[in-house]
């Protein structure tokens, strides 16, 4: 495992596991138990995934030492505010069973979340969060907000992935250090993603699976990436992307897949947005 060190010092791993969409509890607490048993110590939730109870039961089994995990997870629309911010923080770090959190994320810069980050900047300043970031922060959003906000975020959570590379996004997070973090590194499967035949080629010749290439591809880019299964074995395979390295040639072999926007989601749909906000955290 590699890891790397947030604008406040903070020591974060540049491989997690993701629980989106794992809506059984009993699945979602096996898979963080099998991934921590593989060596995964970042656990990606979010309080409108409905899932944080189970990962808070599963971590509490694990028997993991709690300094040694890195757990995040994120304030949704509907307590995007100054008050909502204070009470839903309070609300997952019950469900986590946890005292504290490794990494707060505004889940999207949509309601107050100006009033959201002023609270989650007073809970990170009195130890509660160890850090703060945020997550579908296009370069126009992050940029105001860098120049606005008190404390800069320490992360950005996007999507990031061969067909959509934000190449832009990528610079101006560098420019003011801000780490960022891929969701949906798998395009969701997207485009053939793992049985692309340039991919295939290049995994190839290290032994390794078009999957493990798109994570190695997105890591050298200096991305921490959170994939997602609840099978043990892709798990491993996943987490197995530590001791091989892509060419410069075959870094640029992946550029052309870029097709420049997303697939997935469409923020600037006003349907979308207003879909968002009626969509409320379990």
Known sequence: MEYTILNNGVKM???GFGVFQMHDPKECEQAVLDAISVGYRLIDTAASYGNEEAVGAAIKKSGACREDLFITTKLWVSDSSYEGAKKAFESSLQKLGLEYLDLYLLHQPMGDYYGAWRAIEELYKDGRIRAIGVCNFYPHVLA??????????????????PFFQQPDALSLMKEYEVQPQAWGPFAEGKHGIFTNPVLTQIGQKYGKSAAQVVLRWNVQRGVVVIPKSVHKERMEQNFNIWDFALTDEEMKAIEPFDIGHSEIVNHFDPKFVQALHGRFAK
């Open 13 to 15: 791993p540049m491989e």
């Open 144 to 161: 105001d907000f860098c120049e606005t906000v008190d404390v800069i975020p320490m992360v950005n959570q996007v999507e990031l992935h």
